[in-house]
């Protein structure tokens, strides 16, 4: 049994994996590669996204706070997280869980203090971790100073902090649509002028046009970087440029509206303006949540040379089933397409992400893999390959590593989520979507299936609360749960454990050349990441059959890297064909 928990690890990794105690210094101890010269810390690091809400709770409140992160940080380090993402933090009336800020440096009541926000970062200092924070600056809450003094009168100091306009033929400006459903134009009757919000009401959209607002953003970036942290993921940054004089959108970008907000025509020179005041004089990290940016427009925020972000997230494959709420069929090479085309847009001078899941997308176990007891844990160990093996920085999403699932809704009474409400308004209540449609794409889209709480034990409500959780707990967690992956050398856990150590010893496969060998295939995904003359294969089957894979272009196998541990005998050195088990994920040099 030991013997088949660890084949497939090369001869030096699985001596130091065996020997290594679960939360010992052995295994945090062992030597990493050299970074090369030039390149940035941040491709090297593997991130670990933290939904403070869900993730533990110290005080019986059933809400997560600052204090459980620390309390956790040894399981994150143990496990190899380098970089930890702090979903929002701040000050919120949480009318959408903290991404509608009403002070930016405040900690949020349910989280804790500033004093507790001091102590988690020194306590990651200590273990050599690093943290990023959500920069969310196209809005704010409606609850904010700045708003409250905005809608006071049409010349307070502070109206043009916001976007007004007069409305039109008796109705809202222009035809923007909300995310969060109905129009993106809030009437105020105060003054009888509307506000733009691209998302909840409560959240009305910024007015970037004034430079009293960017410098206001800037000052509170350079406040948090000077307590230490990192850089910041920045919620929907290409948002924050509207488009000149607002006109209506056409009829075919309505269901999209995205694309054009994305597009605005000064995003550019904002972002090189914060990169220069405030960025270029700080070691940071930054990654842009890039939603409605396309291939062609990437690299424009991205090349090193032009001075904006770091990387961004691309959309393409966690909405690669989407159509809005709607979910579609996917396949594999269309998968393997996304990722190829992502690769592309890095290009030589700018730098990828790689995620399969986050706060606003269902578990990518159940998304991509195979969540049937059987296969689910096979599966999340092959998604867990496939994502540490890009050519980009990982993000992990807190549960990834338990291979947790999307959670059992039934009603909408289920859902907490503010989308969901708005959209249950719309086109449920509306009548033009009958309820059990609806739902029955709910399910499998929704975000709160990423939102239930961290499954830590077999305890009442997953070890997560001793009081009742602010959204249900997963009743899977007496089977998935981070105390009984811990114990298990061969479990979820453990794979992307020794994942990360792998990643990190192995150049190539973070700086690595990547290519896609066998685009078409519709059952296995094989591609190699090259480095000088180190070569690499991994190879994925992605059904649950045994397929006889022959390598392509006359490749053969030299020794086997790592195995996610479906693989039924060791492949000789020289092969030239592997028999892929069930979702078999394994990574060979070449």
Known sequence: MFRRKFFGI???????????PLYGSAYAATPQAPIPPGAAWWKEAVVYQVYPRSFNDTNGDGIGDLNGITAKLDYLKTLGVDVIWLSPHFDSPNADNGYDIRDYRKVMAEFGSMDDFDRMLAEMKKRGMRLIIDLVVNHSSDEHQWFVESRKSKDNPYRDYYIWRDGKDGGAPNNYPSFFGGSAWEKDEATGQYYLHYFARKQ????????KVRNEVYDTMRFWLDKGVSGFRMDVIPFISKQNGLSDLPADKLAHPEFVYANGPRVHDYLQEMNREVLSRYDTMTVGEAFGVTFE??????????????????????????????KKDWTLPQLKAAYAQIDRTGGTHGWNTSFLTNHDNP???????????????????????????????????QGDELGMTNYPF????????????????????SGKVPAEEYLSHLRQTSRDNARTPMQWSAAPNGGFTS?????????????????SQVEDAGSVYHHYRRLMEVRRQTPALIHGEFRDLDPANPKVFAYTRTLDDK?????????????????????????????NGAAQQPVQPGAASV??????ATIYEL
């Open 204 to 211: 009305p959209d910024l007015n970037w046009e004034n430079p």
């Open 410 to 429: 039934r009603g909408i009474e289920d859902y907490n989520d503010v989308e969901v409400k708005g959209q249950w308004h719309d086109f449920v209540e």
């Open 535 to 563: 070569r690499y294969l991994v190879l994925i089957n992605f059904t649950r059959e045994t397929v006889v894979y022959g390598l392509p272009e006359g490749l053969k196998i030299a020794a086997t890297v790592l195995d």
């Open 579 to 584: 028999s892929l088990q069930p979702w078999q």
């Open 297 to 326: 427009q990437a690299p424009l925020f991205t090349d090193a040379r032009r001075k904006e972000l770091n990387m961004i997230f691309h959309f393409d494959i966690v909405r690669l089933d989407r159509d809005g709420w709607r």
């Open 363 to 397: 578990r990518s176990v159940s998304h991509f893999g195979d969540d049937s007891p059987e296969w689910r844990a096979v599966s999340a160990k092959a998604l867990a390959t496939m994502m540490l093996t890009q050519r980009g920085t990982p993000f992990l999403y």
């Open 467 to 483: 009081g009742k959780p602010w959204l249900a707990v997963n009743p899977n967690y007496t089977r998935i749960n981070a105390a």
């Open 10 to 20: 090369t001869a030096m990794a699985a001596v130091a994996l065996s020997l290594a």
